[in-house]
């Protein structure tokens, strides 16, 4: 299959392309590298060096002897998105092409009004060339279990029967997003059920919940294949930034009560998802939604694993927790509980979270950990008020 990756040069879609390569797909990427002047704008840089795409691209063709065709550019440019899909010609779009950082989003009125533009037209623009284009073009879109929030009812599917005063109806289910990325997702899902409706075109939702991991088999391949490993408040995941902070004898920065309990999936999984959903493609004028996680744990118990595991790291010591005032505007104790069944109908084995995986993350970090900058590990961005100050010096664009 001809397989376009939005977004190809960032932490999930690099691993994506190579994989998808690696099973005899052509690839093409598309990324306008943003991801590398956030880390400049912030003063950080990912744990493990990344190197530039150009050599990323010539890496793969050496130890592979694939051909991954690399378009730098913006997904808000109508024009090259056009261009680009009349080039490469793809029978499915991999779009992970998005300011994906809840943080981020909530630095400001600049930074929550550039989230929703970049997100938004982008998609947009990217439904217009599909249906101008060549409708029959199977969008994947990844979207996050987030744009749920965390109700106190069990997630459905991207769909909830309703009967309401007598009728029935099949409606999307509700949206309680967290912050202003995740709700840039809602209107992202929005525009491409709507597009799929008007136009005919096929398009799969992944939900995918917090992705946790750093090594693929095709990223193990060579150093300069590795993909992104962030722990700064800004841009770590939780799981990943608590690797960081037990390989750098910081003590574990639990939200709250660390009651928040999420959806959360191996990078292997993500992997194997996208593929599966590539090759078993919507019908016409069909929009899915899948939702994309294997486990779901809280903050505390992530923590408590980690903690066990890094204490018994030699040299580490004690890996200690430490609860800190929430930044965010959050439930801190909740019930949840989200389906995922399409998934697994289609063959996905999950990997589920074991303590060599932790163990894996913490000595990848403790192997770099004179690259951590702890001044960066602290959260900076507060939900409660409409400006934080946050680090604006160093960082690296890639080596
Ligand atoms: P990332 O920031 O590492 O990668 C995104 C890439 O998209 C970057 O390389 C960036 O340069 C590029 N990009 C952004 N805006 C662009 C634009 N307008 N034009 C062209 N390129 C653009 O993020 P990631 O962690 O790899 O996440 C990828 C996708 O998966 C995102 O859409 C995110 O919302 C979703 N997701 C991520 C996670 C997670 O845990 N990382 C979980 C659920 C969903
Ligand atoms: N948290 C801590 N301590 C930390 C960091 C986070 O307690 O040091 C808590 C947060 O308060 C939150 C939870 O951990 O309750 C998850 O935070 P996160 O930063 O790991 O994840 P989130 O902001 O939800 O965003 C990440 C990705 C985003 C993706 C989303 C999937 O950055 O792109 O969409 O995970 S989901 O959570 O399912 O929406």
Known sequence: MRILVLGGDGYLG????????????????????????????????????????QRRVATWKEVSGNTIEPFVGDLNDHQFVTRVLQQFEPEAVVHFAEQRSA???MIDRE?????????????????????????????VKLGTMGEYGAPNIEIEEGFIEVTHKGRTDLLPFPKQPASFYHLSKVHDSHNIMFACRIWGLRSTDLNQGIVYGQHTPETALHADLETR?????????????????????????????????????????????VELTCNNPPAEGEYRVFNQFTESHSVRDLAERVAKVGSGIAGLGEVRIESIPDPRVEKEEHYYSAVTTKLPALGLQPHLLSDETIAHLIETAVKHRHRVNVEAIRPTVNWRTTKSEVSVSGGAVGE
């Open 14 to 53: 690099w691993p994506t392309a190579l994989h998808l390569s690696q099973q005899g797909h052509d690839v093409g990427i598309v990324d306008n590298l943003i991801r590398r002047h956030y880390d400049e704008e912030m003063g950080v840089s990912s744990v493990v060096p990344i190197r530039q795409l």
């Open 103 to 105: 943080p981020y989003s």
């Open 111 to 139: 930074h929550a009004v550039y989230t929703q533009v970049n997100n938004v037209v982008g998609t947009l623009n990217l439904l217009y060339a599909i249906a101008e284009l060549n409708p029959a073009i199977h969008l």
């Open 229 to 273: 490993y962030d722990y700064d408040a800004v841009f770590g995941t939780v799981l990943n930034r608590f690797a960081v902070q037990a390989a750098v004898g910081y003590p574990l920065t639990v939200y709250g009560k660390g009651g928040q309990t999420r959806a959360m999936l191996d990078i292997h999984d993500t992997l194997a998802c």
